[in-house]
Structures are given as structure tokens and as C-alpha cells.
């Protein structure tokens, strides 16, 4: 299979304090994962795109320095919001690309729903 | 550039009904993969189907068809006598080889969604 697990499912933090989501590619290694933001009743919008081993590449719009992308092994990647506000409250979902099923195989973890007072 | 449209924001349908749901897409590359997926209520996306571009054969799964047409880069997906359980919210995808000018290897771009809520 092609498994990916996300920690927390949810988390409900103060306002100011970093919340780190943790994304795990279970059995297969993923050299590129990607993060997502989803608001209530949008689409998913790409936030970065996280490569094994370099810096993450950010989607126009998107703060680096506020959401802060560590790739330090094959298998997990970590997203971390650095002083959350109530506007950063969204359901945020990874996933991980399987290349040895070909360039175009993502796989999703099944989201982490963050809720900031 | 990549692009994906799903023009219908929301259907209603009532139980046992038929019901299409539109995808239309914009690329420039030769190669590439179109997705649809589920997304109930609690959020994880379940994957329904992948077509690369290269095949253009409709796609059958139980209740689940697909219809890929590249003379009008349309892939529509149907359900056929829908059930409350279908109720969700279905994302069409697509994903190139990234050739296409600011496109991505392996990136997926997502039409905004159909929300589907089937009546008993």
C-alpha cells in the first residue's frame, strides 16, 4: 500500500503560541511531499512544495517565515505555523509522492484540522 | 498553465436519481493524469480514479463511470442511482509532466469542487 499518516488529527491552540503537523509517509519513502490549506467550503490550495533534503518551494502569497517546512528524512515532513492566529484556523492536509508508482502517484494524509482562539 | 473547472458548485439530487458531475481542463503538455476524488464530511480525500491522457477509454466502477473526451479536455464523472452515502464534495484534478509553463512535475491542481448532497 501507499499510506500517509498526519499528527495531530486536530489541535486547538491559543493565539500566538506554533503548532508543529506532522506528515508521515508510512511504507514507501516520498522524496517530495506537498501542503495544503483548506478553507470551509473551498478548494485545497497548495501552500509548498517540500523536497527531501532541500528548502521547501512556497506558493506565491504564502509566508515562509510563518509557516515554516522541515523535510529531514524520506518519511516525514512537518509543517509548523509560528505564532497561529484565528485567521490560520483551516484544515490543512499533506501529501507524498510514491515515485516508484510513477511521477503523478500522490498520496493524502487524511488532514489535520487546526483551530486557533 | 494549468487549469482545472468544475462549474457546478453545488447539485441536489434525490436518492436513486443519476447525477453527472462536470470537469473541464486546460493544459499544455502531452503527458499528463486526470483524478477525481471524494471528500466527505470528515475531510480525508478518497481517491475514486486516475486517466492519463493517453487513454481515452470510459471507465466504469460499479456505480462510478467516466467519461474522458480530449476533443473538448472534458472528464465527466457519473453516478449512477445515487445513494445518501454519495453525499460529499468531489474534486476533479489534474496533474502534468511539467512542461507547461509554470507547471510542476507530479503537482496537482484542483477544480474548486462539486458539493453533492443526495436527499433520501
Known amino acids: 500500500g501507499a499510506v500517509v499518516s498526519q499528527h495531530p488529527s486536530w489541535v486547538i491552540c491559543k493565539s500566538g503560541t506554533s503548532v508543529k503537523i506532522e506528515c508521515r509517509s508510512l511504507d514507501f519513502q516520498a522524496t517530495t511531499m506537498f501542503w495544503y490549506r483548506q478553507f470551509p467550503k473551498q478548494s485545497l490550495m497548495l501552500m509548498a512544495t517540500s523536497n527531501e533534503g532541500s528548502k521547501a518551494t512556497y506558493e506565491q502569497g504564502v509566508e515562509k517565515d510563518k509557516f515554516l517546512i522541515n523535510h529531514a528524512s524520506l518519511t516525514l515532513s512537518t509543517l509548523t505555523v509560528t505564532s497561529a492566529h484565528p485567521e490560520d484556523s483551516s484544515f490543512y492536509i499533506c501529501s507524498a509522492l510514491n515515485r516508484d508508482r510513477g511521477p503523478y502517484e500522490q498520496f493524502f494524509g487524511p488532514g489535520t484540522r487546526l483551530t486557533v482562539l | 498553465a494549468q487549469k482545472v473547472t468544475q462549474a457546478q458548485t453545488e447539485i441536489s439530487v434525490v436518492e436513486k436519481e443519476d447525477v453527472t458531475l462536470d470537469c473541464v481542463y486546460e493544459t499544455r503538455d502531452t503527458t499528463y493524469y486526470l483524478f477525481w476524488y471524494k471528500q466527505p464530511p470528515s475531510g480525508e480525500l478518497v481517491f475514486l480514479i486516475r486517466?492519463?491522457?493517453?487513454?481515452?477509454q470510459n471507465e466504469i466502477s460499479g456505480r462510478y463511470s467516466w467519461n474522458f473526451q480530449k476533443s473538448t479536455s472534458s472528464f465527466n464523472f457519473t453516478i449512477t442511482a445515487s445513494q445518501v452515502v454519495d453525499s460529499a464534495v468531489y474534486f476533479c484534478?489534474?496533474?502534468?509532466?511539467?512542461?507547461?509553463?509554470?507547471?510542476?512535475?507530479?503537482?496537482?491542481?484542483f477544480g474548486r469542487g462539486t458539493q453533492l448532497t443526495v436527499w433520501p
Open positions: 484534478a489534474l496533474s502534468g509532466e511539467g512542461l507547461d509553463r509554470g507547471s510542476t512535475l507530479g503537482r496537482l491542481y
Open positions: 486517466r492519463n491522457s493517453f487513454d481515452e
